[in-house]
């Protein structure tokens, strides 16, 4: 469920599955649409601090904050049941010395759900929104360490491009965009990928919510993360919060921008290029979202380095300790030798799952 890096052809071919639901089985997605609904889940906090919100450029936006220290902004990634739950693993390392703030991008979590324009510019708003924030709660707008997930990592790398005196170091983790058709994707600049006939779809009458609920079911959501994490020992914790947060009024919005192509930047490798801070990529060696062939330009430049771990798209789920202990020495460093280098993780693998 998370960003699909296999391009305008797997979304088509999403999209005519999706169309042939809505042409077939629409008595069916009508009946589930039409049935009783019953109260959204209590959605717990996704981690430790203080849950706050502000309102900016991307309307209300809540986030957490926790720990003294530096400061790091942490960025989950965006799916059909997106939440800061994801960034758990990191966040609760962190903040054992560092000032870390984690928030539900616009459309997840405790963040504002309602039916608005969703796409890359109001997602690069939240960024710039929390770099406010941020610069308020410590009293200077001094540069600033940052970790996105798949998706997100264009999003935060829009935002380091127009902003990139306010970061000092970005961590792109199995980012989108480093795939083998990246380089044939050159769209003007703002363009997206999106299909709006298969939005209005998606939306349309009588199965938007019917066919959202059976996109967000229990047994869906193990099923793309097992597609994730390329096999099947799925954290049961990671399941349950990503339930509960995909059953909150509005929650199909977002996740229906995301389907339609909306949110993937037509322009992101020119974004990429234009970044000169010390950039640094894990990504994993299993699941669907594994091909970063991609890439050959950006291992080539002195502030990128790649380092695949031995696991699916979120190596911080299951080789939490490794990639926390790697994180934190990136982070410590003055800058990155051997540029361009594709590093490969070492260490213990045994997973270490987080608390719910």
């Not at 389907?259 to 322009?267: T, W």
Request: charged share 25%; hydrophobic share 40%.
């Amino acid at each position: 469920m998370h960003g699909p890096q296999s391009g305008r052809r797997g979304l088509l071919r999403q999209a005519a599955g999706i169309s042939l639901i809505a042409a077939g089985g629409g008595l069916a997605l009508a009946a589930c649409a039409t049935r009783p609904v019953d109260e959204a889940p209590t959605l717990p906090h996704a981690v430790s601090g203080e849950r706050r919100e502000i309102d900016g450029r991307a309307g209300r936006l809540s986030y957490y904050v926790d720990g003294q220290g530096p400061p790091v902004l942490l960025l989950h990634s965006i799916n059909a049941t997106a939440s800061a739950f994801e960034v758990q693993p990191i966040y609760q390392d962190l903040v054992r010395d560092h000032r870390v703030f984690a928030p539900d991008l616009p459309g997840f979590g405790f963040s504002d759900r309602s039916n608005r324009r969703y796409d890359p510019e109001l997602f690069t708003a939240a960024v710039l929104d929390m770099l406010d924030a941020i610069a308020a709660d410590r009293g200077d707008s001094g540069p600033i360490d940052a970790l996105a997930i798949s998706l997100s990592s264009e999003f935060l790398a829009r935002a380091a491009s127009r902003e990139p005196r306010r970061f000092r170091r970005l961590a792109l983790v199995t980012p989108t965009g480093f795939d083998k058709r990246s380089a044939q994707r050159r769209g003007a600049p703002g363009e997206t990928r999106e299909m709006g006939w298969l939005y209005r779809t998606l939306e349309g009458p009588p199965w938007r919510q019917g066919l959202f609920d059976l996109l967000v079911s229990r047994r869906s959501i193990r099923y793309f993360l097992v597609r994730t994490f390329g096999g099947d020992d799925v954290d049961q914790a990671l399941i349950d919060y990503a339930w509960k947060s995909a059953h909150q009024p509005g929650a199909r919005h977002a996740p229906y921008a995301f389907v339609s192509g909306a949110l993937f930047s037509a322009d992101i490798r020119d974004v990429y290029e234009q970044l000169a801070m010390p950039i640094w990529v894990p990504h994993g060696t299993r699941g669907d979202f594994r091909d970063f062939s991609g890439a050959d330009w950006a291992r080539a430049r002195d502030n990128w380095v790649f380092e695949a771990f031995p696991t699916g798209a979120l190596p911080h789920f299951e080789v939490t300790d490794v990639f926390n202990d790697a994180l934190r020495g990136f982070l410590g460093s003055g800058g990155l030798s051997g540029g361009g280098r594709a590093a490969q993780a070492s260490g213990p693998s045994e997973p270490r799952s987080p608390s719910p």
